[in-house]
């Protein structure tokens, strides 16, 4: 079960909102976390990402280059992560000729 912190910041991260082309997704199943780096935008986007998971001990980063098509929704990494007390994700966006953003999930309990 999602805690309620969690299901805020995936509320505000739906994707859709005009702002973020790409943003993070989680999912959750039995003592596994899958976190997505998804991108949907209405408009042609090109940029850079990185996603940094840290759950329990453990620490995966993954990045690339992403270019989106406008309204064709692309997944661009899917990562399955231990569920750990305090798991979290952060996903960095370089759009290229744009202003960098970043986007945090995680849960605290």
């Known amino acids: 079960m999602m805690s309620s912190a969690l ?29 997505q780096v998804r991108g949907l935008s209405p408009r042609r986007f090109a940029g850079r990402f990185t996603v940094e998971a840290q759950s329990g001990g453990n620490r995966s980063v993954q990045g ?22 305090d798991w979290t994700a952060v996903l960095r966006v370089q759009p290229d000729g744009g202003a960098p953003y970043e986007m945090a999930l995680g849960d605290s309990r």
């Not at 790409?22 to 003592?31: I, K, R």
């Not at 098509?69 to 750990?84: I, K, Q, Y």
Request: proline share 8%; no cysteine; charged share 15%.
């Open 7 to 35: 299901a805020i910041l995936l509320a505000a991260a739906a994707p859709g909102d005009g702002v973020h082309p790409l943003f993070l997704t989680v999912s959750e199943s039995g003592g596994m976390i899958r976190l």
């Open 64 to 85: 690339g280059s992403a270019l989106l098509e406008p309204g064709r929704p692309v997944t661009f990494v899917s990562l399955n992560v231990t569920r750990a007390k």
